[in-house]
């Protein structure tokens, strides 16, 4: 089985995926550290570098290597959705959870990192809506499974990850922890929402 993970920048891919990687005894492994591995530089300076259609054609080739890759949990750069290429491997190999955050949540996660280069603009809370409105139907497109990352903890977003894939099917029930120790928040198939 492989999991993936795909939102915006600052939705907790990162986070949420190694903490279920944990829970599921499997490997975690992320796109752009893997990518930045390779390189040996930032994707920050690759990106200055070389500019967005290079890092993107090193994504494409990165992430059809790491979806065919069983055993894994992987968390995908923000904008990893926007060659359907990527949007294809994710859907078709993998499992995929859409972690979704308003605008106004990420900016006030991110407002302090320099690390990302698509925000490194005047006004990166406005940039932040445009790339949300660019990509959450592309993100919703992908997705097996959407869940609300807005309000609830770390340990909440990994409780409903683990439930919706026992829904589904797709995990033993005794991995998932009981609805005590993790109150239901907002988490549908991404079947619900079309």
Do not use: W
Not at 41 to 46: F, H, L, P, Q
């Amino acid at each position: 089985m492989i999991l993936s993970l795909v939102g915006m920048p600052g939705s907790g891919k990162s986070t949420v995926g190694r903490h279920l990687a944990r829970q599921l005894g499997l490997r975690f492994v992320d796109s752009d550290a893997e990518i930045e591995r390779s390189l040996g530089i930032s994707i920050r300076d690759y990106f200055a570098a070389h500019g967005e259609e290079a890092f993107r054609d090193l994504e494409q080739r990165t992430i059809d290597e790491l979806t065919r890759q069983p055993g894994c949990v992987l968390a995908t750069g923000g904008g990893a959705v926007l060659r359907p290429a990527n949007r294809e491997a994710l859907h078709s190999r993998t499992q995929v959870f859409y972690l979704r955050s308003t605008p106004e949540e990420l900016f006030r996660r991110l407002r302090h990192d320099t690390t990302r280069p698509l925000l490194q603009v005047g006004d990166p809370q406005r940039r932040l809506r445009e790339l949300f409105r660019d990509r959450d139907p592309l993100y919703r497109r992908c997705a097996h499974f959407v869940v609300e990352t807005t309000r609830p903890s770390v340990p909440s977003l990994i409780g409903m990850v683990l439930m919706q894939l026992e829904l589904a099917g797709l995990v033993d029930p005794g991995r998932v922890p009981s609805p005590i120790d993790h109150p239901p928040a907002e988490a549908s198939s991404a079947a619900d929402r079309h």
